[in-house]
């Protein structure tokens, strides 16, 4: 990956793949996804096979939302059994301030920490053919000018000075995360101390004290790891990153967005104060998005899945560091912004709610979904509760979950049907009477 500045700033991405035809059939083509068009900024695709350019044939246009693209790649001649064919594929991205908080590129900076953005071979469609097994390393590089600052996943393998840019190798083990790239032209907060616990890269220097929100952000994320395992075995430190576009699509209020080992927050945000609750309650959660919504996450954007444990994971570290009258303050305000929802809306099963609804009906998901694993733990124990998510985290890392893996996890550990408890809280309206009168009188004490 290189980042091209210009008036209208870039990315070159480029790829390469060493496949070998093991199945049991010739090949007259191979299907390659790409990323979607809209979100991405896709431009000046150029595929190689055997170092000839050849002319991709587009299966698939997705126009909304985040659906990849299916181009086929034919081969003339065909591709023979046990035979190797090399396959480069290169394009531009330019996305736009549209395009979503997960990726964006400025004059300044740029991040893409979504997935599928990279091309991903798709496996032939005959009986058989297994899916090809991704490699246990990959090397791959990202050139960026002197100035900037970068994160990035796996093994560094050196820099090299070229001019004015420098070229950052990586090597990407199957076990580290999914890739992802942070960068930009930032102040680091950490630039002149030995160490510390949290890492803030700014547009413009912060001159206030960074000690209390430190202290604070650092608490929250030695929660998370204690309750929910640690993201990696290495010691890593949180960084908070400032972003030059919203992190949520026609959003200007104040918002984050978390990546592996960070959250991106947008100008709104640092404009409240770094030290400020508002600014802080904010980056918790992201910082909880670590977990639910990074390591693991839902397959259809599901709120209940993603945003919802967020919410619920803020809890746990509000109860854990003031005990459990903060955690019943947090019920209360969630119960109290359901019920205001409600108002705006007719509820919708929390299962089927994901973030392409309507604000209104998010609003009434978002309030519900903490609530149903605060449900959880009332019924099951806290410690079992969050001992199956932590074992939901460290077994199915990187891959889609959905309820029904929360569930099977929670009744391995609890030995206990929970159909009853999902059914009603997923798929059935409001909030369960005895789950109200067990938290009444917080809610009268704390309007």
């Not at 576009?245 to 200007?252: L, Q």
Request: aromatic share 8%.
């Amino acid at each position: 990956m290189r980042f091209i500045p210009g008036q209208i700033p870039a990315l070159r991405l480029g790829v390469s793949y060493a496949l070998e035809n093991y199945g049991i059939t010739d090949l007259a083509f191979i299907d390659v996804e790409l990323p979607n068009k809209e979100q991405y900024g896709i431009k000046n695709l150029l595929v190689k096979v055997a170092g000839r350019e050849v002319a991709p044939i587009e299966l698939s246009s997705a126009s909304q939302g985040e659906e990849p693209i299916q181009f086929r790649i034919p081969f003339d001649p065909v591709w023979n059994q046990k035979q190797r064919r090399d396959l480069s594929v290169e394009y531009g991205l330019a996305p736009t301030e549209d395009s979503g908080g997960s990726v964006a590129v400025s004059s300044s900076s740029f991040h893409i920490v979504s997935r599928g953005w990279v091309p991903s071979p798709r496996p032939p469609t005959h009986a058989l053919s297994p899916f090809p097994a991704s490699p246990e390393r990959i090397n791959y590089t990202v050139q960026v000018p002197s100035d900037f600052l970068l994160l990035a996943p796996g093994k560094p393998n050196g820099r090299m000075k070229d001019g004015a840019e420098v070229k950052y190798r990586f090597e990407l083990r199957r076990s580290d995360p999914a890739l992802f790239v942070v960068a930009g032209r930032y102040a680091d907060s950490c630039s002149n101390r030995r160490s510390c616990e949290v890492d803030f890269w700014t547009f413009e220097p912060i001159t206030t004290s960074l000690a209390s929100a430190e202290e604070q952000l650092a608490s929250a994320w030695n929660i998370l790891q204690k309750n929910f395992g640690p993201l990696e075995k290495s010691n890593l430190v949180p960084h908070i990153v400032e972003s030059t576009v919203s992190v949520r699509i026609g959003d200007d209020a104040p918002s984050v967005a978390p990546f592996f080992g960070g959250v991106l927050v947008n100008a709104k945000a640092v404009s409240l104060g770094v030290n400020s609750d508002g600014f802080l309650d904010l980056v918790t959660r992201a910082l909880a998005g670590n977990w639910f919504g990074v390591q693991i996450y839902s397959p259809i954007a599901n709120v209940g899945m993603t945003e919802g444990l967020s919410d619920y994971a803020v809890i746990v570290v509000d109860e854990t560091r003031h005990g459990g009258s903060a955690r019943s303050v947090r019920i209360s305000k969630s119960l109290r912004e359901y019920d205001d929802a409600c108002k705006e809306a007719i509820e919708q099963p929390l299962i089927a709610i994901t973030e392409h609804d309507s604000v209104e009906q998010r609003r009434i998901a978002l309030a519900k979904a903490p609530l149903f694993f605060i449900a959880l733990e009332d019924a099951y124990g806290e410690q079992p509760v969050r001992r199956a998510l932590a074992q939901v985290v460290s077994l199915l890392r990187g891959q889609a979950v959905r309820y029904q893996d929360i569930r099977a996890a929670l009744e391995n550990v609890t030995n206990k049907d929970l159909a009853p408890v999902f059914r009603t809280w997923l798929y059935e309206p409001g909030i369960p009477a005895e789950f109200r009168e067990k938290y009444r009188n917080v809610e009268v004490g704390n309007k």
